[in-house]
T-cell receptor
């Protein structure tokens, strides 16, 4: 079946503008994650959604970052008043969270954000 | 604090050479460990994973990794690399609330 998809694949914006990134998880996957990968670094966790539970926002770097997910479908990550240090690849992953069982996260292709 | 350390940032090998990429983690809970690979121009893909049981895990494309609990390590190995193994490799441990904690990655270049 289809994998995780993300849009846009590339986004160039000016400092101070707001951006919205989209993630379509694998159908049936109840868990959705956002990560950020800065140049030359590993991935850092941003936020985690599981079904209708309150999201784990512990990785969001500032209050300029927010994310929403409606049910078990699409998620959007919004960055307000973008700064140059927000430039990174933003990756979305989804997984099939079954109670009592370990699961695997499947990643999308990412959105490369460049803030000028 | 939970963390993952990958010792080699860049590795250059010739085809048919053996590969071992180091990964050490710091996490006090039940350990789930992963190696992901990112080929040039492609997205992150799962190479192999350890959840429980046999500490020697075999993955795709001839890769394997060994979980050594006493050393907090999960090193990735392949006996004979190919040019097509050129990629960036990431070790990760599952932390609290199911999030993955990644190492900084190792860039592998295999020369024909």
């Amino acid at each position: 079946g289809a994998g995780v998809s993300q849009s846009p694949s590339n986004k160039v914006t000016e400092k101070g503008k707001d951006v919205e990134l989209r993630c379509d998880p694998i159908s049936g996957h109840t868990a959705l994650y956002w990560y950020r990968q800065r140049l030359g670094q590993g991935l850092e966790f941003l936020i985690y959604f599981q079904g209708n539970s309150a999201p784990d926002k512990s990785g969001l770097p500032s209050d300029r970052f927010s994310a929403e997910r409606t049910g078990e479908s699409v998620s959007t990550l919004t960055i307000q008043r973008t700064q140059q240090e927000d430039s990174a690849v933003y990756l979305c992953a989804s997984s099939l969270r079954l109670a009592g069982r370990a699961d695997t996260q499947y990643f999308g292709p990412g959105t490369r954000l460049t803030v000028l | 604090a939970q963390s993952v350390s990958q010792h080699n940032h860049h590795v250059i090998l010739s085809e048919a050479a053996s590969l071992e990429l180091g990964c050490n983690y710091s996490y006090g809970g039940t350990v789930n460990l992963f190696w992901y690979v990112q080929y040039p121009g492609q997205h992150l893909q799962l190479l192999l994973k350890y959840f429980s049981g046999d500490p020697l895990v075999k993955g795709i494309k001839g890769f394997e990794a060994e979980f050594i609990k006493s050393k907090f390590s999960f090193n990735l190995r392949k006996p004979s690399v190919q040019w097509s193994d050129t990629a960036e490799y990431f070790c990760a441990v599952k932390g609290g609330y199911n999030k993955l904690i990644f190492g900084a990655g190792t860039r592998l270049a295999v020369h024909p």
